[in-house]
């Protein structure tokens, strides 16, 4: 699997981005897709994902702010960040996996958010 991020930029707080994520080479609609981030001296980790059946998962602190969705059609991956804070910044990755499989272990490039106040 190929996946291509986009989306990353500079914004304050508060503000808003959407982080999009093309993937080929498996049938879409099949596979698990997530969006991890990783901050400088830190490990990555997962912010949010969305099963091949549409169930989706978010980490805590981005409950009620980050929506993940996902469009079969245009095999992408959405994030959308509203109400950005500076703890947000981070290098978004993109990742996929078959269903079932514990650990993603497919890779996008990064797309780097940062947030300022």
């Known amino acids: 699997v190929q996946l291509q991020a986009s989306g990353g930029g500079s914004v304050q707080v508060g503000g808003s981005l959407t982080l999009s994520c093309v993937a080929s080479?498996?049938?879409?609609?099949?596979?698990?897709m997530g969006w991890y981030r990783r901050t400088p001296g830190s490990q990555r980790e997962l912010v949010a994902d969305?099963?091949?059946?549409?169930?989706?998962n978010y980490v805590d602190d981005v409950k009620g702010r980050f929506t993940i969705s996902r469009d079969n059609a245009k095999n992408t991956l959405y994030l959308q960040m509203n109400s950005l804070k500076p703890e947000d910044t981070a290098v978004y990755y993109c990742?996929?996996?078959?269903?079932?499989?514990?650990?993603?272990?497919?890779w996008g490039q990064g797309t780097l958010v940062t947030v300022s106040s």
């Open positions: 990742a996929s996996k078959a269903p079932g499989y514990t650990s993603y272990n497919y």
């Open positions: 080479g498996k049938p879409f609609r099949l596979i698990d």
């Open positions: 969305v099963q091949d059946d549409g169930n989706t």
